[in-house]
């Protein structure tokens, strides 16, 4: 013998996924809104240096698009956002992706670099990418530059006439041995 389901009572156990999904979904989005969404907006809003900046990807990396105004220190700003974001993020991973005010000089000086940055990322040649750098800002007239290695990266900024290029390469884990380059 078989047996007809209940409309209702089908109509009841619809109704009751779809409102449990609903306080699910909802609870989750509360979740990362208050425990990660609103650390990551003070950490943005409370720097000097960020003009504007969008969390651009949650998953599995928070990815958080900032534009900088011109700073002295590219590295100690874009570490120390990336530090204090990871920490409000409960460890979860930050990635810090800047937007500078370049103009196309700075681009052109920027491509006539680069070439010794990705040879040094490549074989750990940062010393000499140093001097190489040096020599090519003075031809440029750069009115400033600065490039520093830490761990995980390479920051460069060059900066001229009010316009000012950040780029932050990563290093290939290769190259991270503290034994090779500089």
């Given at each position: 013998?078989?047996?007809?389901p209940?409309?209702?009572?089908?109509?009841?156990?619809?109704?009751?996924?779809?409102?449990?999904?609903?306080?699910?979904?909802?609870?989750?989005?509360?979740?990362?809104?208050?425990?990660?969404?609103?650390?990551?907006?003070?950490?943005?809003?409370?720097?000097?240096?960020?003009?504007?900046?969008?969390?651009?990807?949650?998953?599995?990396?928070?990815?958080?698009?900032?534009?900088?105004?011109?700073?002295?220190?590219?590295?100690?700003?874009?570490?120390?956002?990336?530090?204090?974001?990871?920490?409000?993020?409960?460890?979860?991973?930050?990635?810090?992706?800047t937007?500078?005010?370049?103009?196309?000089?700075?681009?052109?000086?920027?491509?006539?670099?680069?070439f010794?940055?990705?040879?040094?990322?490549?074989?750990?040649?940062?010393?000499?990418?140093?001097?190489?750098?040096?020599?090519?800002?003075?031809?440029?007239?750069?009115?400033?530059?600065?490039?520093?290695?830490?761990?995980?990266?390479?920051?460069?900024?060059?900066?001229?006439?009010?316009?000012?290029?950040?780029e932050?390469?990563?290093?290939?884990?290769?190259?991270?041995?503290?034994?090779?380059?500089?």
């Amino acid at each position: 013998m078989r047996v007809k389901p209940n409309p209702r009572q089908v109509a009841a156990v619809v109704a009751g996924i779809a409102v449990s999904f609903s306080v699910l979904y909802l609870g989750n989005l509360l979740y990362s809104r208050f425990s990660v969404g609103e650390p990551l907006d003070k950490v943005f809003k409370q720097s000097p240096a960020v003009l504007s900046y969008t969390v651009a990807k949650r998953d599995p990396v928070i990815v958080v698009r900032v534009k900088l105004a011109e700073v002295q220190d590219l590295h100690k700003e874009v570490a120390g956002l990336q530090e204090r974001a990871e920490t409000v993020s409960r460890g979860r991973k930050v990635s810090v992706i800047t937007e500078d005010a370049r103009d196309e000089i700075l681009s052109e000086a920027y491509y006539s670099i680069h070439f010794h940055i990705q040879e040094a990322l490549a074989t750990g040649g940062f010393s000499r990418m140093a001097g190489e750098i040096e020599r090519l800002a003075r031809e440029a007239d750069l009115e400033r530059y600065k490039v520093f290695v830490d761990d995980d990266s390479v920051y460069v900024q060059l900066h001229l006439n009010g316009h000012y290029l950040y780029e932050v390469l990563p290093r290939p884990v290769e190259s991270r041995d503290p034994h090779v380059g500089v």
